[in-house]
């Protein structure tokens, strides 16, 4: 029910926009998570956005260099990675909760439903 797309092979320092679209929900009932899983490792919160966008979270390694937005007349959120590095190399999720919480909105249980994925790759 969503659905990631943006990913890519993308070189040290580049740039590249996931989006997350709903097909069957109206997303701006919910707040919107990213997710991302890199080999080897467990899945890990990288931003949130609350209902409205009035809210956003970021995880530390991700500051000042993803952006987090959204759409709603477009039923879409954006993530704006910036400043791209090889350490971001994974697949990236969305992920829907009922309500936003800034004290827990990394834990995946918050959140009701998720996207398939889509691949980052940062290499050169």
């Known amino acids: 029910q969503l659905v990631e797309s943006g990913g890519g092979l993308v070189q040290p320092g580049g740039s590249l926009r996931l989006s997350c679209a709903a097909s069957r929900f109206s997303l701006d009932d919910y707040a919107i998570g990213w997710f991302r899983q890199a080999p080897g490792k467990g899945r890990e919160g990288v931003s949130c956005?609350?209902?409205?966008?009035?809210?956003?979270n970021y995880t530390n390694s991700v500051k000042d260099r993803f952006t987090v937005s959204r759409n709603n007349a477009k039923n879409t959120v954006y993530l704006q990675m910036n400043s791209l590095k090889p350490e971001d190399t994974a697949v990236y999720y969305c992920a829907a909760a009922s309500r936003y919480d800034r004290a827990i909105w990394t834990h995946g249980g918050l959140y009701t439903y998720w996207g398939q994925g889509t691949q980052v790759t940062v290499s050169s």
């Open positions: 956005i609350s209902r409205s966008g009035g809210s956003t």
